[in-house]
Nanobody, 114 residues
Framework: VQLQACGGGLVQPGGSLRLSCAASGVIFSIDGMGWYRQAPGKQRELVAAITSGGNTNYAGSAKGRFTISRDNAKNTVYLQMNSLKPEDTAVYYC?????????WGKGTQVTVSS
């Protein structure tokens, strides 16, 4: 399983970005999908997750601003990020659980700065 994430970049505070992550090499249905982030000097943390049935879970810092979704036909997970803040600056990683194994993408940089 390979994960290709894209959509990161530089955005001003209050702006929006949409991340996407497509999984390839998949034959069976993907279980959970999610986004994590790691800021410099900090541990990697969960941002949002979505189950195969569409149930979602958000970190407190993401609630009300970020929306996770998935397209099972495309094996793709999305993260719509609105009202971005400088503290959202981090490398964002997608994660999928497939056949009871976790897989990680390489990460995409999100920088929120004026």
């Amino acid at each position: 399983v390979q994960l290709q994430a894209c959509g990161g970049g530089l955005v001003q505070p209050g702006g929006s970005l949409r991340l996407s992550c497509a999984a390839s090499g998949v034959i069976f249905s993907i279980d959970g999908m999610g986004w994590y982030r790691q800021a410099p000097g900090k541990q990697r943390e969960l941002v949002a997750a979505i189950t195969s049935g569409g149930n979602t879970n958000y970190a407190g810092s993401a609630k009300g601003r970020f929306t996770i979704s998935r397209d099972n036909a495309k094996n793709t997970v999305y993260l719509q990020m609105n009202s971005l803040k400088p503290e959202d600056t981090a490398v964002y990683y997608c994660n999928v659980r497939y056949r009871e194994m976790p897989y990680w993408g390489k990460g995409t940089q999100v920088t929120v700065s004026s």
